[in-house]
Each structure stands twice: as C-alpha cells, then as structure tokens.
C-alpha cells in the first residue's frame, strides 16, 4: 500500500521560502507521476507542480518563476522548494502519486490518475 507523508509546511511572512517534502513507501512500479496539489480558501484544487520517473517535471503558470521540484532518488522523498512566497500561496499543499499511461506527466495528466494522496501540510504566507 503506498503511503506519502509530507512534511514542511509552516507560517512564513511574504517573501520568505519554505521546501515541503513528501516521504513515499510502498509503490512497487518503475513508472510513476508524482506531483503536489494545493487547497486555498476557495476550496478549488491547483496543480502546483509534478515529478516524470522519467526526469521530467511540470510547473503551475503561477509558481513557475518561484517554485522548483526535484527528487531525492536516495530517501525517495519528492522535494517542493518555494521561494518567495506570495499570500495568495497560502493552501494545504497535498502530495500525490499515480500513473498517466501513454502520456507526458503533468499538473494537467495527474489529477486523472492519482491512486494515492498525502494527508497534506498547511502553508500560510501572511503579507
């Protein structure tokens, strides 16, 4: 059974960074799409950003120049680094692990095919 735990979230004041990670164990396949999903006020799913088995990743239009994703192949932790954060950033921030067959993964192919949710971790960023 697979199993991801994030971890890393906090309260920052705008500007600052925090790097969220997502310890996954249990998944037993070579392919996978991994990515991080995030919950604001307005209680609407945003992809943030995804993680290929195949190296590739995908970034949120509104993260992309702020927020990186890489992957400790060691500790098979998937790594969401933040930099200068906004208030509107502000979210429960959800890791998820699935498989998009035949297709490139990305915060677009993901949501479809997630067999597997984090339990989430609180970031608020005041102004």
């Known amino acids: 059974q697979v199993q991801l735990v994030e971890s890393g979230g906090g309260s920052v004041q705008a500007g600052r960074s925090l790097r969220l990670s997502c310890a996954a164990s249990?998944?037993?396949?070579?392919?996978?799409?991994m990515g991080w999903f995030r919950q604001g006020s307005n209680n609407e799913r945003e992809g943030v950003a995804t993680?290929?088995?195949?190296?590739?990743?995908s970034l949120g239009e509104s993260v992309k120049d702020r927020f990186s994703i890489s992957k400790d192949h060691a500790k098979n932790i998937l790594l969401l680094q933040m930099n200068s954060l906004k208030p509107e950033d502000t979210g429960m921030y959800y890791c998820?692990?699935?498989?998009?067959?035949?297709?490139?993964?990305?915060?677009?192919?993901?949501?479809?095919?997630?067999?597997?949710w984090g339990q989430g971790t609180q970031v608020t960023v005041s102004s």
């Open positions: 993680w290929g088995s195949d190296g590739s990743s």
């Open positions: 998820a692990l699935g498989v998009v067959f035949g297709r490139r993964c990305t915060i677009h192919t993901l949501p479809d095919s997630v067999e597997s």
């Open positions: 249990g998944y037993a396949g070579t392919g996978y799409c």
